[in-house]
């Protein structure tokens, strides 16, 4: 069935430090790709997300570029800070009519000033 | 837009014991989905309602577990003879239709001792 492999974390960078957590993705079909953050004590937030082979998807500083080839969906930001501490999950939606969400475990990270 | 707003946000109980979790989702949304999500990993797909019909449940559902929907607006999940296995958070989702934005509530802890 379709799954999603994260970095495991977790990650711990200084403040404005590149970011790259990795993500790949085993499925059948053409999945779109998402990457979701929850901050602590609040809900899972969509962070970005793409559809189709080759889209970049960018939100807040952040980008994840959907790669067939590589079936990977890395999501990057140049320069960290400190209220990016949270875990961050790639997921993908293999069937666009049900939109259910497959989950990686999960990356969490932390920012220190 | 309050958000989709779950209740309770924590449960303690003993194994065997009944539990009943509500999600109320953002108005007028059609889609609503329950995940369910252990320590260190991703929420994982239990079951989602169109409007009032429940149309796919995952095999992670056993029988112990009921969801509804009436009316279309606000859901129950009940857990029925809980097990020390059934220890998560529960989380809820809404989207306006197909193909839209999941929008995530905090969800609900429990924790069966």
């Known amino acids: 069935g379709d799954s999603v492999t994260q970095m495991e974390g977790p990650v711990t960078l200084s403040e404005e430090a590149f970011l790259t957590i990795n993500c790949t993705y085993t499925a059948t079909g053409y999945p779109s790709l998402f990457w979701y953050v929850q901050y602590p004590g609040e809900g899972l937030q969509l962070l970005l997300k793409?559809?189709?082979?080759?889209d970049k998807g960018s939100n807040k500083g952040f980008e994840a570029t959907y790669r067939k080839e590589t079936t990977s969906f890395h999501l990057e930001k140049g320069s960290v800070q400190v209220s990016d501490s949270a875990v961050y999950f790639c997921a993908l939606s293999g069937f666009q009519g049900a939109q259910k969400l497959v989950f990686g475990q999960g990356t969490r990270l932390t920012i220190n000033p | 837009d309050t958000g989709v707003s779950q209740d309770p946000r924590h449960k303690i109980t003993k194994r065997g014991q009944n539990v009943t979790f509500r999600c109320d989702p953002i108005?007028?949304?059609?889609?609503l989905y329950w995940y369910r999500q252990t320590l260190g990993q991703g929420p994982e797909f239990l079951t989602y309602f169109q409007n009032e019909a429940q149309l796919e449940k995952s095999r992670l559902l056993s029988d112990r577990f009921s969801a509804e929907r009436p009316k279309g607006s606000f859901s129950t999940l009940e857990i029925q003879r809980t097990e020390q296995g059934d220890s998560a958070m529960y989380l809820c989702a809404s989207s306006l239709s197909v193909g839209e934005k999941l929008f995530f509530g905090s969800g609900t802890q429990l924790s069966v001792l």
């Open positions: 108005s007028e949304h059609n889609r």
């Open positions: 793409a559809t189709k082979a080759d």
